[in-house]
């Protein structure tokens, strides 16, 4: 017996997402979300879309016009992003960086910033009773990925951040953003400040594939501080592996991509995916 289409369940809506940034290839957000996709049975898609800057208006308003249900934003665009949504989650707008938008059934933009709910997600999957008012926090770097850092740590209670940049001025900056409780060091006063802190991060991209490693010495770091790279090309920088030789807990930066890409898949497709240990061994395989 033949059906007519009209007889059978319609079939689930084919949505599409994606990742703009300049450049994109190096990402393994597609990777990441193909994955889940195939995993739950979800008719969508998630492609790369290098956007030049300059472009970033442009190419956010064209989404609702291609079908597509939003996009991630990665460097350099998060700020120019926040810029062109139409509304902004307080954290959004607390940072003034998007790196999360969604388009509205009206066609409108949301903005959301879920970099620092990654971040936080990752430390305690490193360490399950780490707490952020444990004690102070050094955060190395002031750019975008620090922003972030510094405004979840303060959101987890953290008592005191240290914050440590090459470029004091833009360190002085970011602090400014915050208030009190971040204070400034000069660039040489790195390896002393880590002195009585519970936890160290870099948000730089030194030690990164293709640049040269954190120069920072462990010495004064306390046994028990957890030690966390945003970096996730390589896995393991070579932060992480002098702090490992130490016996110190550590924390790459696969962890954050993994995490604050939860909620954007839950947003775009309905669904809040799993991070077991076959996607984490699947992207993994990717990294060198």
Wanted: aromatic share 6%; with cysteine; net charge negative.
């Amino acid at each position: 017996m033949s059906h007519r289409q009209d007889d059978e369940t319609p079939p689930l809506p084919f949505k599409a997402a994606g990742l703009i940034g300049w450049p994109v290839f190096q990402s393994r957000s597609p990777m990441l979300h193909t994955y889940w996709l195939k995993h739950y049975g979800i008719a969508g898609v998630y492609v790369p879309m290098p956007v030049q800057p300059g472009c970033v208006e442009a190419a956010l308003r064209g989404l609702a016009a291609l079908g597509f249900a939003g996009c991630n934003v990665t460097l350099p665009h998060k700020e120019a992003a926040a810029r062109v949504v139409d509304r902004l989650d307080p954290v959004a707008m607390r940072l003034g960086a998007v790196n999360l938008v969604v388009v509205e059934p009206d066609g409108s933009l949301s903005g959301y910033n879920k970099d620092g709910y990654g971040f936080i997600a990752s430390l305690r999957d490193g360490k399950a009773d780490w707490r952020g008012d444990s004690g102070p926090a050094v955060v190395i770097g002031a750019g975008g990925g620090a922003r972030s850092v510094v405004a979840s740590l303060l959101d987890e209670g953290a008592p005191e951040i240290r914050l440590l940049n090459r470029t004091r001025a833009r360190a002085d900056e970011l602090a400014a953003m915050f208030g009190g409780n971040v204070v400034t060091l000069d660039w040489p006063e790195r390896h002393a400040a880590l002195a009585g802190c519970t936890l160290l991060v870099n948000t730089t991209n030194q030690g990164m594939i293709g640049q040269p490693p954190l120069e920072l010495d462990l010495a004064t770091l306390p046994a028990d501080a957890l030690v966390c790279d945003i970096v996730y090309n390589p896995l393991s920088t070579r932060l992480l592996t002098e702090a490992r030789a130490r016996r110190n807990p550590t924390v790459n930066g696969l962890g954050m991509l993994l995490h604050q890409a939860r909620p954007a898949f839950h947003a775009w497709w309905g669904t809040l995916p799993d991070i077991t240990s076959e996607l984490r061994t699947a992207v993994e395989a990717t990294i060198g």
